[in-house]
């Protein structure tokens, strides 16, 4: 049974700094390219990063680039996404994915999903 479990959600001010962590379980974790996807209030599920398999190549949404950044330890099976200089733009419920082999930009191209975890930055 395939799980992922975000963590380190909370509740800042604009210009903090959070990192979130996603442990999976239950799956060959490298072979999958993992992304981090968010859905704030009233807004669709977005983009936000996503990471190769090996680790070696990462995207980003613009509204994240400069600002984000995600990484992962295979051995720990673990995917992280640091978070700085946050904005209340930024508030949402980051849910974390795998999606075997390649990344993909689409969520519906993704196999497995965490159950999320709360950011909310006030101004």
């Known amino acids: 049974q395939v799980q992922l479990v975000e963590s380190g959600g909370g509740l800042v001010q604009a210009g903090d700094s959070l990192r979130l962590s996603c442990a999976a379980s239950g799956l060959t974790f490298s072979n999958y390219a993992m992304g981090w996807f968010r859905q704030g209030p009233g807004k669709e599920q977005e983009f936000v990063a996503a990471i190769t398999w090996s680790g070696v190549n990462t995207h980003y949404a613009d509204s994240v680039k400069g600002r984000f950044a995600i990484s992962r330890d295979n051995a720990k099976n673990t995917v992280y996404l640091q978070m700085n200089s946050l904005k209340p733009e930024d508030t949402a419920v980051y849910y974390c994915?795998?999606?075997?082999?390649?990344?993909?930009?689409?969520?519906?191209?993704?196999?497995?999903w965490g159950q999320g975890t709360q950011v909310t930055v006030s101004s």
């Open positions: 994915a795998a999606r075997i082999k390649w990344i993909n930009y689409d969520p519906n191209e993704y196999n497995y």
